[in-house]
C-alpha cells in the first residue's frame, strides 16, 4: 500500500474534506490533493502532523504496520497494550508506585 492511499482512507473515515484537512495542515486543498494522489511527495514534517492530528503513527501513514498506534504495538498482546496505554495515562507518582508495585512482584517470582 502506498503512503498516500492512508491519507485518503484516514480522511475520508473522518468524513472530512480535502479543504479541511489541508487548513488543519496550513496548506492549500490543492497542495494537500496533489499529496493525497501520490503525484507529489509530503514533506516529513506535514506527515507528523497529520499523524497527530489523526492520532496514528508515522509506520501505519507509511504502510510499514497495519496498527495505527505503531510498530512496537503491533507485537504487543491486547493485555499488555491496554496496560501500556494505562501506564502512559498516569503522572509521574503513581508510574513510580507501579513500578515499585511491579519490582516486588516480579521479585516473588525469583
Known amino acids: 500500500m502506498y503512503f498516500y492511499q492512508r491519507l485518503r482512507d484516514l480522511r475520508e473515515d473522518r468524513d472530512m474534506t480535502q479543504a479541511e484537512v489541508a487548513g488543519i495542515l496550513g496548506i ?15 514533506p516529513f514534517n506535514l ?5 497527530e ?14 496498527d495505527k498506534r505503531g510498530i512496537g504495538f503491533s507485537s504487543l498482546c491486547k493485555e499488555e497494550a491496554e496496560i501500556t496505554e494505562m501506564y502512559r ?22
Open 89 to 110: 495515562s498516569l503522572d509521574r507518582a503513581r508510574k513510580n508506585r507501579l513500578l515499585g508495585y511491579l519490582t516486588a512482584l516480579a521479585e516473588e517470582v525469583k
Open 53 to 66: 492530528y489523526f492520532n496514528v503513527s508515522i509506520d501505519y501513514i507509511a504502510g510499514r504496520t497495519n
Open 47 to 51: 506527515i507528523i502532523d497529520f499523524g
Open 28 to 42: 492549500t486543498r490543492q497542495q494537500y490533493q496533489l499529496y493525497e494522489s501520490g503525484r507529489r511527495e509530503m
